[in-house]
């Protein structure tokens, strides 16, 4: 364990160039090939696959969800993730990626990067999925900002095209959010806020 100087990263903080670093940061990560998609400590349980991980995923929260949602709502869910899933067979993967690459898990000191924290969520997945908070916004929406993110991240490698799957992916992202917070009863109180996103963008998705 290693202890960084420094603070989390707000939007209202995040310049150009560190923007461009923080890009550049994610890359590296996605530089790290493995043998498999899944959970890496249990190394024994890979799958060449991306599909078959990202739906047993997708099933927890969708069943978390079960006597939460409408029915009608997620039936229409359902349907779009069958319709969909084999999009998944062409993805950039299978690497390291973080899954909750967002600025609260950023540490930043005298406006420069130090380093990534919590990696809870880490997996061994395909690097479209990190790009998930980009889409959501989480890294303001200032297009300055978000063009150096991009390049910084294209110096290191290709930025992947995720624009056919990221609805897909937004999709089993809400599941699992609401179903966390249905889970842990924190859905109209402690993470309503975090519910209204992810269930608004249900609501709205057909």
Known sequence: M???????LKIIDLTDTLAYDIGSRLAGIHLNRVNGY???????????????????????????????????LLDQCHRYYDD???L??????????????RPGNVIINNGKLQGIID?????????????????????????TRIKSFLRGYESIR????YSAIM?????????????????HGTWANRHARLYQ??????DGFF
């Open 38 to 72: 899944g959970d890496l400590t249990q190394p024994h349980d890979l799958s060449p696959d991306p599909r078959i991980y990202f739906t047993r995923k997708f099933d927890e929260g969708f069943a978390e969800c079960s006597n939460h949602l409408p029915r009608t």
């Open 2 to 8: 290693e202890c960084l100087p420094g603070t989390l």
């Open 167 to 183: 609805p897909l992916l937004r999709l089993s992202r809400a599941f699992a959010t609401i179903g966390f917070t249905v889970k």
């Open 119 to 143: 990696w809870a969520s880490g997996r061994s997945s395909f690097s479209e999925e990190d790009f998930c908070p980009l889409e959501l916004k989480e890294w303001g929406e200032r297009p």
């Open 158 to 161: 290709p930025i992947p095209d």
């Open 88 to 101: 998944l067979s062409s993805v950039d993967g299978p690497c390291m990626i973080h899954r909750d690459f």
């Open 84 to 86: 969909h899933i084999n």
């Open 197 to 202: 996103i992810h269930r608004q963008f249900l």
